[in-house]
């Protein structure tokens, strides 16, 4: 019998061949090998293997002793080197920790009614690059300001005269006579002067309006001189205290919707319209407070020369010369600064320092602000269709 020829796991086996089969349990009970430091790497078949293990069994504890490992301890991954990426990282390429490229996109346009493989808040780059800051605001000169608001002073000072006129008709210093050959000399002149400094403006449609404007108010003065005894009665029941407060509130309204521009020379047009209402909607409340048929008469037919023509003749004046316009505002700054002196001294130095904040401190308040202003234009702004008329 071939028991010795150097294979002992034969010769155990027949010598265990009377013996039970070990069950699967005991085998994993069984402890683990020991392996010698000299005899590392060797298979000592006779210490694993016995007459029961079964075949798969053994092909296990084969390929342990192959790998350098107990085969009893439970089978894992070799290890890895640091940093290093398992073998699904590596891209078809052969680099191995680099994911795939994405796909190669156009480039982004700013169009909308096309299809982009973007997402539609996406703002490349040079989004920035067309900001503009401040590209219409217009930086503004003192003197160039200044001037300008000689049309708001002499507004405001035309209605303080106005005021002025009616306490003095109201108390009885001024009749009504005296108030109406003044007015008519007045508008005499004034017909006068705005023929000799219009020379330059007037055109012969601007003559045909200018007569037709004239020949308007004739008639009006006309119907004013027949309606003044129903006016003077008109709010004869209604206290005084409504009237005067009314009253300030449409002269406020006419102060506010004044057509302050120049180039409105021959007709009035809103806003104007609505500020001529409220000065006449004003004049007759006063008017009615008179206590003769005349005074009425006079007050409104000045009233009418003051608030509808004067206006006209201040932007003829000012369009012409622009110091003749300067000069108009200080006459009137100064005439309703003296007619007031008489009636209230706080309301005429009021007066005097409302003139001069308006005329010097604006201006300088205008330009200090002017600074802090920043317009941001850039390609969010809606866009501007540019509208070619063409003419045949």
């Known amino acids: 019998m071939p028991a010795r020829l150097g294979v ?11 013996e039970p089969p070990a069950s699967l349990d005991s085998i994993h009970d069984a402890p683990s090998p020991q392996v010698s430091p000299n005899s590392r790497g060797r298979l ?39 940093n290093r990426l398992p ?27 096309i299809q982009q493989d973007y997402p539609d808040d996406y703002v490349d780059e040079t989004f920035l690059m067309e900001l503009k800051k401040n590209a219409n605001v217009r930086m503004y000169n003192y003197t160039t300001v200044a001037l300008q608001t000689t049309v708001v002073t002499q507004h405001l000072s035309s209605i303080m005269v106005f005021i002025a006129v009616f306490i003095n008709l109201y108390r009885g210093t001024l009749t ?34 200018r ?30 205290d409504t009237i005067w407060a009314m009253t300030v509130i449409f002269f406020c309204v006419n102060l506010a919707f004044h057509d302050y521009s120049t180039g409105n020379l021959t007709n009035i047009r809103f806003p104007g319209s609505v500020s001529l209402n409220a000065a006449v909607l004003a004049s007759v409340l006063l008017a009615s407070q008179l206590d003769s048929n005349l005074s009425v008469f006079a007050f409104l037919l000045f009233a009418l020369g003051w608030f509808a ?6 932007r003829y004046l000012k369009r012409i010369s622009a110091a003749a316009s300067v000069a108009t505002t200080m ?41 802090y202003k920043n317009e ?3 390609p969010w702004d809606e866009a501007r269709p540019i509208v070619h008329h063409y003419y045949h």
């Open 8 to 18: 002992p796991f034969l010769g155990r086996r027949r010598e265990t061949a009377s």
């Open 44 to 82: 000592n078949f006779s210490a694993e293997f016995t007459g029961a293990t079964p075949p798969s069994r053994r092909d296990e504890i084969l390929a342990a002793h192959l790998r350098g490992t107990s085969p009893h301890s439970p089978p894992h991954s070799p290890p890895r080197p640091d």
């Open 87 to 113: 073998d699904s990282a590596t891209t078809a390429v052969g680099t191995p920790g680099r994911k795939p490229s994405a796909p190669h996109r156009r480039p982004w346009r700013k169009l909308l009614y």
């Open 176 to 209: 009504g006579s005296a108030l109406l050959w003044c007015s008519t000399v007045t508008a005499v002149l004034g017909i006068i002067s705005w023929d000799l400094l219009s020379l330059t403006l007037r055109t012969p449609v601007q003559r045909i309006i």
């Open 211 to 240: 007569f037709g404007t004239i020949k308007a108010a004739v008639l009006f003065a006309l119907l004013l001189f027949g309606l003044s005894p129903i006016l003077r009665t008109l709010t004869e029941d209604t206290s005084s």
């Open 309 to 314: 023509l004067f206006p006209i003749f201040r």
């Open 331 to 371: 006459v009137l700054a100064l005439v309703a600064t003296a007619m007031f002196a008489y009636i209230s001294r706080a309301i005429a130095m009021l007066h005097v320092f409302g003139t001069l904040f308006i005329t010097f401190g604006c201006p300088l308040w205008l330009i200090w602000v002017q600074r």
């Open 376 to 378: 941001i234009h850039g």
